[in-house]
Structure formats: structure tokens, C-alpha cells
């Protein structure tokens, strides 16, 4: 994996990674970075993303799929330190008919509660 960063100046997930819009971070490391969302859907709700702009999961490819199991070792680690240790969920919206909002790939922690009826 590269330490090279992929930006997209009119995102604002790269706007956060290089710290123009402020955020609450909880972990970064060389490849993600994982901060508090704004809008909390439950009592920890924390989005991790690459620090390079990749989309969607619509874009995830043999290139940089490496990069994608490295967030889900951040996941792991973020879910520790956040005291998750009764079970979480992890979700990606990917595209319209999901409801994706930020064009650049996210996955949001949830926890800290009974997290309620699944979707599937
Ligand atoms: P999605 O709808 O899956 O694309 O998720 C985008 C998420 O980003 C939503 O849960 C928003 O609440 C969150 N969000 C939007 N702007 C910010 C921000 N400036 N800081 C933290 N979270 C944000
Ligand atoms: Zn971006």
C-alpha cells in the first residue's frame, strides 16, 4: 500500500482528512481516519474513511481493495477503544437508491445501545 493521498478538492471528507473542516477525530492512521458524525444516530456513531478518494464501494477494485481490508482492521481496533464490546454495526450506503449523501467512500460505526430491528 501507498502513503500517497488521492485528494478531491470539492469533497468534504477531504476537506476534513487535510483539516479544513474541523471534525471530532477518534483514530487516524497512515491510510484512514475515523471521526465523530455530525449527526449522531445512535450513542457512538463514527464514519472511517480512506484518506484517498475512492467514491463508493462501486469503486472498490483489485487496486485499492487492500486499503478497504485496512479500514475494517481500523474498525476493529476504533470498536475496542470505543468500549463496543457487546457488538456493533457497520454500514455503507453506496449510491443513490441507498441514500448516500458524501460521494467518498465511508464506513459508520454504530453502537452503544440495543441497535434495534436489522435491515436484512
Ligand atoms: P451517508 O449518508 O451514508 O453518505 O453518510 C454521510 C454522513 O456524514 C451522515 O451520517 C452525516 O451526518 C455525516 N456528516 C455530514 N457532514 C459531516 C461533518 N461535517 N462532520 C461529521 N459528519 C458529517
Ligand atoms: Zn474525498
Known sequence: M????????SCLFCKI???????SKVYEDS???????INP?????ILVVPKTHIVSCA???????ALVGHLFEAIAVIAREQG????YRVISNCGPDAG???PHLHFHILGGKD?????V
Do not use: W
Open 100 to 102: 448516500q449523501t458524501v
Open 17 to 23: 482528512i487535510k483539516g479544513e473542516i474541523p471534525s
Open 84 to 87: 463496543l464490546d457487546n457488538g
Open 115 to 119: 441497535m434495534g430491528e436489522k435491515l
Open 59 to 65: 469503486e472498490i477494485d483489485r487496486k485499492n481493495s
Open 2 to 9: 501507498s502513503d500517497v493521498l488521492n485528494y478531491n478538492d
Open 41 to 45: 444516530q445512535a450513542p457512538v456513531h
Open 31 to 37: 491510510f484512514c481516519y475515523a471521526f465523530k458524525d
